[in-house]
C-alpha cells in the first residue's frame, strides 16, 4: 500500500453521535498512535476519502482489533455480492429494524448509483412489482435472516438465481446489519447530515 499523506488526527471530526452520552467516543488521536501501520493506513483512507469518523467508529474504536475485523469482514462479504444485492441486504434490515443511522447512508449510495425512488421504496418493502425475481429473492432472504423465520422457502427461492457462495455472503452480511443496528440503537447514534458519498462510492467503504 502506498504511503498515505499524513492526518492530523486531532483535526478530524465525528458524526453521528448524540451529545452528552455515554459512551464517550475515543480519543482518536491517541488510538491511532498505537494501531499497527495495517490498521492506521485504512482508518486514514476513510478520513481521506470521507473527512471524518462516524459515530460508530467513535466509539467502537474503544476496541480497534475487533470494530476493524468486522469492517473487513463486511467488505469481504459485499465484495462476493452483486452491488444492487448489497443495496438490498442494507435497506432491507435497516428498514425493518428502524436503524435510521445506517439507512440514511445506503439511502444516499442507492441514489448516488442511479437507483429509482420506485427501485429504492421496493428494497425497502414499501412498494412492489419493482424488483426483479433475483432481488426480491434476495430481499426476502434477508427477512428471513432478519426476523429469524422458517429459512427452507426464502433459501430455496434465493437459491434459483444464486450459487451458494452468494447465499452465504446474503445471510453473513444481513446478520452483520442486524448486529450493527443494534449497536446503533444502543449508542443512541444519529443520522449524518451535511455529507452525501460521492458517486463513486464504494459499497465497501461503508460501516
Known amino acids: 500500500m502506498p504511503d498515505r499523506p499524513e492526518v492530523d488526527w486531532t483535526a478530524v471530526p465525528y458524526r453521528g453521535l448524540s451529545d452528552g452520552t455515554r459512551p464517550e467516543p475515543v480519543d482518536l488521536a491517541a488510538v491511532v498512535a498505537e494501531l499497527p501501520d495495517g490498521l492506521r493506513n485504512r482508518l486514514a483512507e476513510r478520513a481521506d476519502r470521507l473527512g471524518y469518523i462516524n459515530g460508530f467508529l467513535a466509539v467502537g474504536l474503544h476496541h480497534p482489533g475487533a470494530v476493524l475485523a468486522l469492517l473487513e ?32 447512508q445506503y439511502l444516499d449510495v442507492a441514489r448516488d448509483h442511479g437507483m429509482s425512488e420506485a427501485w429504492i421504496n421496493a428494497a425497502q418493502g414499501r412498494a412492489v412489482h419493482v424488483l426483479n425475481s433475483a432481488e426480491e429473492a434476495v430481499r426476502r432472504l434477508t427477512l428471513t435472516v432478519v426476523f429469524a423465520s422458517p ?11 444464486l ?13 452483520r446489519f442486524v448486529a450493527t443496528s443494534r449497536i446503533s440503537h444502543a449508542l443512541g447514534l444519529r443520522p ?4 452525501s458519498p460521492t458517486p463513486d462510492t464504494d459499497l465497501g467503504s461503508l460501516g
Open 73 to 104: 469482514m463486511t467488505e469481504q462479504l459485499k465484495a462476493a455480492l452483486d452491488p444492487t444485492h448489497v443495496l438490498i441486504v442494507a435497506l432491507a434490515t435497516h428498514q425493518a429494524l428502524g436503524n435510521e443511522y445506517e439507512r440514511a
Open 151 to 161: 429459512p427452507i422457502p426464502a433459501m430455496t427461492a434465493a437459491g434459483e438465481h
Open 192 to 195: 449524518m447530515t451535511g455529507h
Open 163 to 175: 450459487d451458494d457462495p452468494a447465499l452465504v455472503a446474503i445471510v453473513h452480511l444481513a446478520a
